[in-house]
């Protein structure tokens, strides 16, 4: 539904008609785009490792995925809980950075190795920022354990890392949230 809201919106933003061909006012697109992406057939450059050039966008989605298992979604709702919750969710987000070198380099392609470098180099400056964010919570919390500091934010406002040391927190804050947008590219 979101979908089919942004396409509509930006085709009025654009001066056009939104999807209006499949279904009531274009309802169905969404769906008849799904079943093409679903149903493509996957190209890889000639000259290319075609091991590496499959297992380097599945390693970028094993480990985000692997990185949010740690995170509680509730009370006593969560995949994963263990004592170094945090350092986990740092660790797999971080090997991110294989994936994006090891596209680059199995394309065996020199502008596309020398693409995958400078995107690597990005993304360790941002997750360098990403991890000070990350120790100023550890260091107000006093835990690494994502679903103790769940339970301690929840007690009470106050106790949010920016409003509990207001100062400190809430350069983490912005500092870890700038990092992990510029994290998403």
């Known amino acids: 539904i979101l979908t089919w809201f942004e396409r509509r919106l930006l085709g009025v933003w654009q001066d056009r008609y939104g999807p209006n061909r499949l279904g009531p006012f274009g309802a169905l697109q969404v769906a008849a785009d799904m079943i093409k992406l679903l149903t493509k057939h996957d190209w890889v450059p000639p000259f290319a490792d075609r091991a590496v050039f499959v297992f380097a966008p599945t390693a970028i989605v094993v480990a985000m995925l692997l990185g949010f298992a740690v995170v509680p979604f509730g009370p006593n709702l969560y995949i994963l809980d263990i004592n170094i919750g ?100």
């Open 86 to 185: 945090l350092l986990f969710f740092l660790g797999m987000t971080s090997l991110a950075v294989y994936s994006v070198m090891l596209g680059g380099l199995a394309s065996n392609n020199k502008y596309a190795l020398l693409g995958g470098l400078r995107s690597a180099a990005q993304m360790v400056s941002y997750e360098l920022a990403m991890g000070f964010g990350v120790v100023a919570m550890f260091m107000t919390y006093g835990t690494t354990r994502l679903d103790d500091i769940m339970q301690i934010q929840s007690e009470s406002i106050l106790n949010w890392g920016v409003l509990l040391s207001p100062p400190v927190g809430l350069i983490a804050f912005v500092l870890f949230w700038v990092s992990a947008f510029a994290e998403c590219n």
